[in-house]
Structures are given as structure tokens and as C-alpha cells.
């Protein structure tokens, strides 16, 4: 029974398009986040909500959009891809602030 | 705000040898910090933490880390490695009360038979 899972696990575009990728965690937690993990496998935290507020946003260009239905679904839409934003994203879930945080497996997003 | 920095981008070592891989932190305040370790084409799984108590912990499969708070360093260390080990290791930190987990860029560890 999969903690953290992110659809789709692998999304190759062309430049320009819109995308979604989703993800859902059944731990109960009332924290997820959205991870970009680029070429060089550096780990960048993105966005972060608490109970479906947003309480962390980086550095992040306005075309990512995170959304929370519910504090089990983070989901992230991408408007007008760039082949700069071909990297893997994670998803990732955790319980407070004193507790480590749990992985989904990624989505390898491709922009050609 | 804390940040985090592995200090070896590479470590290849001989199966059976040991291995350290350091990590060092910043921060103004009191710390939680973690290794996790990423296999190929996988996500991040966590391999131990330290949240409070003993500074020393230990994971599973043999490896452990120590939290040095006046060096601010939490080095990861396995007295004898396995082909299995091979993969990129990081660290990461988040202060207490902060919702915030931050990474270092990442050790990968080749092991060679």
C-alpha cells in the first residue's frame, strides 16, 4: 500500500504545453510538499501546504501552480512548459515539524 | 533559516571498507536532521534521523551518524560496505518549528567489488 504516489511517473511534453502532476498520500499527514530535483540530483524545495494552506513558496517562476483539494492531495500545474523545467519532482508528506518527511517515487518530466 | 553542506560530491570505495560522509549544517536555532538515501530511478528513502537524546543513531542496515552540535555535523558513517550501498546519500535539515526540510546537494557513494 503505497504511502506517497505521484501520477503520472514519467510526462514528456513539447515546449509550451500545460501539465498536471498529481499526488496523493493515505499516512494521515497533515503536511505535503513539492520537490524539484534537477540533473545534478540538488534537491529544491518548491512549494509546501499545512492543512490545505500554502505555507512555504520559493523561488518559484508564477507558471507552477500547486493546489490542495484536501490535506491527503498536492497536485501541481505547469503552464507553458520551458525545457529548463525537465527535472525530476517529488512529492513528499509529513506529520508536523518534528518528524521526518516521506518520498513518493517522482515524476521524470521531459520537455522537448 | 538553516542550510546544509555535504562536503564530498563523490566517494568511491572498496566493498568491505568503510565509509564517512560528511555533512555539516547551519543554523540559529535548535535542529532536526536526517540521511536519506536514493537508489536509482527511485525516491528518497529515509535511512536514520536524529530528533532528540542519544547524539549517536543507527539505522537498520549498519550505518549511523552522529549529531556534534559544537561542530555542527551530523557524518554518516558504515564500518563495511556492500555493492548494495551504492547510491546518493543526503542530508538534510530542518530547524525545530519549521516546516521548512532543506538538502545538501548530495554524496554519491560507489561501491566497486
Known amino acids: 500500500d503505497t504511502a506517497v504516489s505521484q501520477t503520472p511517473k514519467y510526462l514528456v511534453t513539447q515546449m509550451g504545453n500545460d501539465k498536471s502532476i498529481k499526488c496523493e498520500q493515505n499516512l494521515g499527514h497533515d503536511t505535503m510538499y513539492w520537490y524539484k530535483q534537477d540533473s545534478k540530483k540538488f534537491l529544491k524545495i518548491m512549494f509546501s501546504y499545512n492543512n490545505k494552506e500554502l505555507i512555504i513558496n520559493e523561488t518559484v517562476p508564477n507558471r507552477f501552480s500547486p493546489k490542495s483539494p484536501d490535506k491527503a492531495h498536492l497536485n501541481l500545474h505547469i503552464n507553458s512548459l520551458e525545457l529548463g523545467d525537465s527535472a525530476v519532482y517529488f512529492c513528499?508528506?509529513?506529520?508536523?515539524?518534528?518528524?521526518?518527511?516521506?518520498f513518493g517515487q517522482g515524476t521524470r518530466l521531459t520537455v522537448v | 533559516a538553516q542550510s546544509v553542506t555535504q562536503l564530498d560530491s563523490q566517494v568511491p570505495v572498496f566493498e568491505e571498507a568503510p565509509v564517512e560522509l560528511r555533512c555539516n549544517y547551519s543554523s540559529s536555532v535548535s535542529v532536526y536532521l536526517f540521511w536519506y538515501v536514493q537508489y536509482p530511478n527511485q525516491g528518497l528513502q529515509l535511512l536514520l534521523k536524529?530528533?532528540?537524546?542519544?547524539?549517536l543513531v543507527e539505522s537498520i542496515n549498519g550505518f549511523e551518524a552522529e549529531f556534534n552540535k559544537s561542530q555542527t555535523s551530523f557524518h554518516l558513517r558504515k564500518p563495511s560496505v556492500h555493492i548494495s550501498d551504492t547510491a546518493e546519500y543526503f542530508c538534510?535539515?530542518?530547524?525545530?518549528?519549521?516546516?521548512?526540510?532543506?538538502f545538501g546537494a548530495g554524496t554519491t557513494v560507489t561501491v566497486r567489488a
Open positions: 513528499a508528506s509529513r506529520q508536523g515539524t518534528n518528524t521526518e518527511a516521506f
Open positions: 538534510a535539515v530542518s530547524d525545530h518549528g519549521d516546516y521548512k526540510l532543506s
Open positions: 536524529y530528533l532528540s537524546g542519544s547524539t
